[in-house]
């Protein structure tokens, strides 16, 4: 079987980079992929475009910022919870937005979780390492 990777939704080159080297700190192996917009988020679920050759294994989890070109990060959970392919796919605002309103139209998406980027490096990656090391070592999701 193959190992589910964690896929990344970030436009912010310096969030990415930390994003991707907190989860490998914290000893997640699960592959990690990273797209820089929501159209290419939605292109890489649905295997389209560039993706359409992608092997057949949905996400483990999804961290999703809600300010994206191109597809803004509420549209791109709408897509995901409107798809049966995709429905149940487990998906975490990671963002810095403390607005209320984005907060509650996450949840009423069907969000899992919804996060706000620390300011510091430090706290930036321990709360990326936390969130890797509940999503794929602790829970259980389900198989999609």
């Given amino acids: 079987m193959n190992v589910r990777p964690i896929l990344i939704v970030e436009d912010n080159e310096d969030d990415a980079t930390l994003t991707k080297r907190s989860l490998r700190k914290s000893q997640v ?14 292109d890489y679920l649905h295997r389209r475009g ?23 990060g509420l549209e791109v959970l709408e897509q995901i919870r409107g798809n049966s392919a ?3 796919l487990p998906v975490v605002i ?8 984005d907060r509650l139209r996450s949840y009423e998406l069907g969000v899992n979780s919804y996060v706000r980027k620390p300011i510091g490096f430090g706290p930036f990656a ?3 390492a936390h969130l890797g090391v509940y999503w794929v070592l602790v829970n259980d999701p389900l198989e999609t």
Avoid: C, F, M
Avoid at 55 to 67: G, H, R, Y
């Fill in 29 to 42: 192996r699960n592959p990690i992929e990273h797209v820089w917009d929501g159209a290419e988020a939605l």
């Fill in 50 to 72: 560039a993706y359409a050759d992608r092997p057949d294994i949905n996400p483990i989890v999804i961290l999703l910022d809600l300010k994206l070109p191109k597809v803004g």
């Fill in 86 to 88: 995709t429905r149940h």
């Fill in 94 to 101: 990671l963002t810095t937005s403390s607005e209320q309103e």
């Fill in 126 to 128: 321990d709360v990326v």
